[in-house]
């Protein structure tokens, strides 16, 4: 995602409503600060290093993002053993798609092609 820009003055109303600023803007069209580039999320300065995304919010949606997959794992290994134990096997395709969807690998024939 691309950086934006936006007001710091918190008592600006420009900051409150969340207004983005065009990247060859330098002053506040509201209150006539400087505008730095800010985080999309929460709106702090960002630093010269960041992102789109200051180090908080980073990591919070990293933290997401890791939490979602580990669901998405748990709730493939249940579907996967529920159909198991009711019809005592799972079909090749069945396989097949539990390994590359579910855990992110493929079979090793495919890797030796």
């Known amino acids: 995602m691309k950086k934006i820009k936006g007001c710091i003055n918190p008592e600006c109303i420009a900051k409150r409503k969340k207004i983005v600023y065009a990247g060859d803007d330098y002053y506040c069209s509201k209150c006539g600060e400087p505008i ?3 985080c999309r999320w929460c709106r702090r300065p960002l630093e010269e290093g960041d992102g789109a995304f200051c180090a908080d919010c980073q990591a919070k949606m990293d933290a997401r993002k890791q939490q979602m997959k580990d669901t998405a794992i748990k709730t493939g290994t249940t579907v996967k ?3 198991t134990k009711a019809f005592g096997f799972l079909s090749e395709s069945s396989k097949k798609f539990y390994e ?3 855990l ?3 079979d090793e024939e495919n890797e030796e092609e």
């Open 36 to 38: 730095f580039y800010v």
């Open 81 to 83: 053993n529920a159909a």
């Open 104 to 106: 992110g690998t493929e």
């Open 100 to 102: 590359t969807a579910i």
